[in-house]
Nanobody, 122 residues
């Protein structure tokens, strides 16, 4: 079983920065799309950014210009650099992977990380 392991969350003051990381629990052959979502208390989970295997990126408007998604295919890792953080960015952040193909050719349509809490104080 392949899992996604996130790290990098924590407490930061408004205007500060954090970088989240997400890595697969073991090496895989390919991941078609990796992305970051977040869920604030009492709200639905929302998509923030995605990146394809050829580094095509998309962003939701609320984070465009502040957050940057990137990936290192050799390390099966995706990052989310978050700058100019606001209190409304406080949420649990989740890593997502779609189209995962393992070295033994087992395919997972979608995987989720366990989430990492980001708290932005005003």
């Amino acid at each position: 079983q392949v899992q996604l392991v996130e790290s990098g969350g924590g407490l930061v003051q408004a205007g500060g920065s954090l970088r989240l990381s997400c890595v697969t629990s073991r090496s895989v052959f390919r991941i078609e799309v990796m992305g970051w979502y977040r869920q604030a208390p009492g709200k639905q989970r929302e998509l923030l950014a995605t990146i394809t295997s050829d580094d095509t990126t998309t962003y939701t408007d609320s984070v465009k210009g502040r957050f940057t998604i990137s990936r290192d295919n050799a390390k099966n890792t995706v990052y989310l650099q978050m700058n100019t953080l606001k209190p409304e960015d406080t949420a649990v952040y989740y890593c997502n992977a779609k189209g995962v193909l393992t070295l033994t050719r087992v395919r997972y349509s979608e995987l989720w990380g366990q989430g990492t809490l980001v708290t932005v104080s005003s």
